[in-house]
T-cell receptor, first 112, second 114 residues
Framework: NAGVTQTPKFRVLKTGQSMTLLCAQD?????MYWYRQDPGMGLRLIHY???????AKGEVPDGYNVSRLKKQNFLLGLESAAPSQTSVYFC???????????FGQGTRLTVV | DQQVKQNSPSLSVQEGRISILNCDYT??????FLWYKKYPAEGPTFLIS?????DKNEDGRFTVFLNKSAKHLSLHIVPSQPGDSAVYFC?????????????FGTGTSLTVIP
């Protein structure tokens, strides 16, 4: 049972490049989330999904897009990376409301 | 606007003593609270949770207390062990918002000194 798996673990991008972060969960969870963690800021929600085919904006959605074509996968896209998007990105999933979320191991992204 | 606040960025405690981590929230609609533990280069892992219908929840060495009138929760670790050294995040959620997303505090870095 892998839980929540994020790909890749590390990435360096040049300003203006694009990339997609993949999150896969094998727990049949309905809800999936993308967070970013920055020093002194805690975890901030970028986008989330309450089920296959649905997505919604979180607290800091600008510059990101997401898709949830399959229940087990939640993709986070950066169309034109900026240095302000240098961060550690965490994906999470949960089964239902009032349950804990399970996190992936994180993706450290540096935009130069 | 930070709806969940952890005002102590760091805490140092001697091994065997009690660690008390604090968290305040502003949104009175929050009805489910969680604590997560995070080691460097790893994702946060769930530690303990509490529903707003309770004021205390215990799990081994970890106890979470909720004071709804003060909008305050705390995590007690007794006795503290060196392996408890990590960053602790509190989180809150409400059934009102459609995504039931968590709102996280900024974290408290706990160091347990052997």
């Amino acid at each position: 049972n892998a839980g929540v798996t994020q790909t890749p673990k590390f990435r360096v991008l040049k300003t203006g490049q694009s990339m997609t972060l993949l999150c896969a969960q094998d727990m049949n969870h309905e809800y999936m989330y993308w967070y970013r963690q920055d020093p002194g800021m805690g975890l901030r929600l970028i986008h989330y999904s309450v089920g296959e085919g649905t997505t919604a904006k979180g607290e800091v959605p600008d510059g990101y897009n997401v898709s949830r074509l399959k229940k087990q996968n939640f993709l986070l896209g950066l169309e034109s990376a900026a240095p302000s998007q240098t961060s550690v990105y965490f994906c999470a999933s949960r089964y239902r409301a009032r349950s804990e979320a399970f996190f992936g191991q994180g993706t450290r992204l540096t935009v130069v | 606007d930070q709806q969940v606040k952890q005002n102590s960025p760091s805490l140092s405690v001697q091994e065997g003593r009690i660690s008390i981590l604090n968290c305040d929230y502003t949104n009175s609609m929050f009805d489910y609270f969680l604590w997560y533990k995070k080691y460097p280069a790893e994702g946060p892992t769930f530690l303990i949770s509490i529903s707003s219908i309770k004021d205390k929840n215990e799990d081994g060495r970890f106890t979470v207390f909720l004071n709804k009138s003060a909008k305050h929760l705390s995590l007690h670790i007794v006795p503290s062990q060196p392996g408890d050294s990590a960053v602790y995040f509190c989180a809150a959620t409400t059934m009102i918002n459609t995504g039931n997303q968590f709102y996280f505090g900024t974290g408290t870095s706990l160091t347990v000194i052997p």
